[in-house]
């Protein structure tokens, strides 16, 4: 299945968008080339080749009892699904992928490791967007991605059902959408040396915005499809599936605490980063114009579709007002300019503000889907960070928050998109020969002396700083 009649490099290029724009270098800008390290993809951990070496260690090395992992949707569905439904589409899937997802799955359940999934990862294949082509000109490219929403409502929506169909005796915990942002604001508004996402144009505010609008949308219609079809009950807890989404909550905290415009760029900088998708995707309330007010009462098609919510912490933002509004396209960012997210700024208290928030807001059950930093400057780090945010979110647990699982991320050093291989989030190291060794840092044991007392020792917090 796929693209048995073109050469494997061809049949490659078709899968995702992504994939497509690292194997584009030629043709694109030199403004967003020079934001990647263009590390090729084979340089990357080899997990889809080595899950089952990788699933042993988290199971005997680390002591997990769950793991987080994503569908790719270009891998199922290498070629265009438009019009096909039932046993057409069924034939359409690439049954090689289909198969290791299987395998992964029953590897994981052998193990005792429950799978919690998600289903759109920032990629979506090259069939429904064109990454390179809306590079080049967002006007006149045709396969535009989010932007066709409801092409894209209605595929994505067919690809969440069947997946819920085909898995769902293995999995019951399905997120829809990781860090949605991720894909408007390095997308549409501003790719740079922090992430890039196809198709990497540059302040495209209404892109932005129906972008946006598209994703709380678009989760809602994954939510019903995988309801409608994700019917077994697999870990045998009375319910076939509870579906939340992956989103990542930043504080915003004003840069001068005395200063009121400080204040009030920081109050707008948190809704427009957390509380206006949220407040969508879970509450059923639109803001579309942005102007920090909802549209209306909630909306029918959209309330009452998230059963929890994983929660992406790396950092807080710190804000400067100003007072002329800077994109008076966005009324509600009239004071902003500039800001900065300080990336690993290192404060635990903010993942105990993010949990606070949301546990108040939201009223969801919580997972700390992803947490963790950078260990290329210090090994130490990824060890330290571990235990001393895991405190955090214990205390937040101890506060009355509701939260069912901490992932820390990564279990491996990944592929961070157009970071390449250079960013070293991994509790494995990932060597460059070519059995891509897996050697163990210093927070594998950290690890290992949770895990084994299902808690966090005092020794651990004594030598780490933790509260």
């Known amino acids: 299945m796929g693209c048995p009649t073109l050469p494997a490099e061809q049949c490659e290029d078709r899968r995702s968008d992504w994939y497509q724009l690292i194997r584009g270098k030629a043709q694109v800008s030199p403004a967003v080339a020079s934001n990647f390290t263009w590390d090729p993809p084979s340089s990357g951990p080899g997990h889809w080749e080595l899950y ?22 270009s891998r199922i569905f290498p070629n265009a699904t438009d019009g096909l439904e039932g046993a057409q589409l069924a034939a359409a899937a690439n049954a090689d992928a289909i198969a290791r997802y299987h395998a992964m799955f029953a590897s994981l359940k052998a193990k005792g490791i429950t799978p919690l999934v998600t289903l759109n990862h920032y990629t979506l294949p090259v069939w429904i967007h064109d990454g390179l082509a809306c590079h080049q000109n967002l006007s006149t490219c045709t396969n535009r991605g989010w932007l066709d929403k409801e092409r894209l409502h209605r595929e994505i929506a067919k690809y969440a059902g069947f997946v819920a169909k085909e898995f769902g005796g293995e999995v019951d915990l399905w997120a829809t959408l990781n860090e949605p942002f991720a894909v ?71 840069k001068n605490p005395e200063s009121a415009l400080d204040k009030r760029g920081a109050e707008n900088v948190f809704y427009l980063n957390n509380q206006l998708f949220l407040d969508g995707v879970i509450n059923g309330t639109m803001d579309a114009n942005i102007d920090g007010k ?26 400067v007002g100003t007072e002329a509004p800077s994109f008076p396209q966005f009324s509600v960012l009239s004071t902003f300019d500039p800001f900065s997210l300080e990336l690993w700024d290192d404060t635990p208290q903010g993942i105990f503000d993010a949990i606070t928030w ?33 405190a955090m979110t214990q205390k937040a647990i101890h506060a009355g928050a509701d939260v069912r699982g901490f992932f820390f991320w990564s279990l491996l050093d990944n592929y961070e998109w157009n970071h390449g291989m250079a960013m070293k989030f991994g509790l494995y190291a990932i060597g460059t020969d070519a059995q891509k060794t897996r050697t163990p840092r210093s927070a594998v044991n950290a690890y290992q002396q949770i895990t084994k007392v299902k808690d966090l020792p005092a020794a651990l917090k004594k030598q780490y700083g933790a509260e």
């Open 52 to 73: 089952e070496q990788d699933f042993v260690r988290a199971k005997d090395e680390l002591g997990l009892s769950g793991m987080r992992l994503s569908l790719e949707w």
């Open 184 to 254: 408007v604001i390095p997308g549409y508004l501003q790719p740079g040396k922090d992430r890039v996402n196809p198709p990497a144009v540059s302040l495209k505010f209404e892109e932005a915005r129906t972008v946006a609008i598209a994703m709380i949308e678009g989760h809602a219609r994954m939510y019903d499809a995988v309801k409608q079809n994700d019917l077994a009950d697999a870990d045998g807890n009375g319910k076939a599936a509870e579906i939340g989404i992956v989103y990542p909550i930043a504080p915003a905290l004003p």
């Open 294 to 319: 909802p549209d209306g009462p909630p909306r029918d098609d959209l309330v009452g579709r998230c059963d929890w919510l994983g929660i992406n912490y790396y950092s807080r933002a710190k804000v």
């Open 358 to 390: 949301a546990k108040g807001r939201y009223g969801k059950p919580i997972y700390i889907t992803e947490t963790g930093t950078d260990a290329a400057p210090d090994a130490e780090r990824t060890a330290s960070w571990l235990v001393r945010y895991l």
